[in-house]
């Protein structure tokens, strides 16, 4: 069974930074493209970065240069470092991981980022 353990939301002001983890078992790990969805109220959840197994990365737009996905292999984890951060991007952020052959998606529990002086 997959589980998505994610860490990191808070509080933070507008310009700040803040890094998000999400840890998983390395039986999933190994194989599947992991990421981060944000779901802003009254909005629908949205992509922000992925991250394939081979390293490959991809961004949403809006995120583009201010945030940056990484695995950390030993750990079973990936991170999202989000710099620069504005109110836009306050949301909810799910960590998900893809499974593509059945195209399957697990997500977690979600952990809230919050961008306010």
């Known amino acids: 069974q997959v589980q998505l353990v994610e860490s990191g939301g808070g509080l933070v002001q507008p310009g700040g930074s803040l890094r998000l983890s999400c840890a998983t078992s390395e039986r999933f790990f190994r194989w599947y493209e992991m990421g981060w969805f944000r779901q802003a109220p009254g909005k629908e959840r949205e992509l922000v970065s992925t991250?394939?197994?081979?390293?490959?990365?991809n961004y949403a737009d809006s995120v583009r240069g201010r945030f940056t996905i990484s695995r950390d292999s030993p750990k079973n984890t990936i991170h999202l470092q989000m710099n620069s951060l504005n109110a836009d991007d306050t949301a909810v952020y799910y960590c998900n991981l893809h499974i593509g052959t059945s195209g399957v998606d697990y997500w977690g529990k979600g952990t809230l980022v919050t961008v306010s002086s």
């Open positions: 991250i394939a197994p081979n390293g490959r990365t």
